[in-house]
């Protein structure tokens, strides 16, 4: 099977632009789960969407958003980008109702200038 | 990353053994996973434990104990390329937790 797919790998923007992710899960896998990684904290749980519904969200500002397809691909949203959203982000796929481990993607690596 | 704690780094020599410790609340526990994460690279799967014991998978073993809240890898016959990040994950009331990770190095 083809592992979990992200795209741009890399993406530099401006302060106040916006940005949109996209991730390609593993065949079969309805569960997306987005994270967002910095040094100083770590993986941060962002939102995990099964089924095109958003199934939980951590502790992020409206700026950050998501959505799910029908074919289970799934984006992120970050409007109105800060310097403090420089990160890498990643999406993890995984098979619900098994032991839910999750399947990394290579992540979006974005600098916000 | 409430209250899963993990060493934030650990330095060990090429061909010893090493253990990364985790620990994390109990309340709503159902596993808790290993993830290896090389340097700019996206984690990977090690393992993951449901039941408390020992759970070995080549050079590779994970313990779980769930009425302690504790967990630890230990990693055997240590290589250069285990060089890496180690994340521990927990699983709990529907959502998968991570801690900040342990980075070890690995001196020759």
């Known amino acids: 099977k083809a592992g979990v797919t992200q795209t741009p790998r890399y993406l530099i923007k401006t302060r106040g632009q916006q940005v949109t992710l996209s991730c390609s899960p593993i065949s079969g896998h309805r569960s997306v789960s987005w994270y967002q990684q910095t040094p100083g904290q770590g993986l941060q749980f962002l939102f995990e969407?099964?089924?095109?519904?958003?199934?939980n969200k951590g502790n992020f500002p409206g700026r950050f958003s998501g959505r799910q397809f029908s074919n289970s691909r799934s984006e992120m949203n970050v409007s109105t980008l800060e310097l403090g959203d420089s990160a890498l982000y990643l999406c993890?796929?995984?098979?619900?109702?098994?032991?839910?481990?999750?399947?990394f993607g290579p992540g979006t690596r974005l600098t916000v200038l | 990353g409430q209250n899963i704690d993990q060493p934030t780094e650990m330095t060990a020599t090429e061909g010893a053994i090493v253990q990364i410790n985790c620990t994390y609340q109990?309340?709503?526990?159902?596993?808790l996973f290993w993830y290896q994460q090389h340097a700019g690279e996206a984690p990977t799967f090690l393992s993951y434990n449901v039941l408390d014991g020992l759970e070995e998978k080549g050079r590779f073993s994970s313990f779980l104990s769930r009425s302690k809240g504790y967990s630890y890898l230990l990693l055997k016959e240590l290589q250069m390329k285990d060089s890496a990040s180690y994340l521990c994950?927990?699983?709990?009331?529907?959502?998968?937790?991570f801690g900040k990770g342990t980075r070890l190095h690995i001196l020759p």
């Open positions: 993890a796929s995984y098979q619900r109702g098994g032991t839910d481990t999750q399947y």
């Open positions: 994950a927990v699983s709990r009331d529907d959502k998968i937790i």
């Open positions: 969407y099964f089924s095109e519904t958003q199934r």
């Open positions: 109990t309340s709503g526990f159902n596993g």
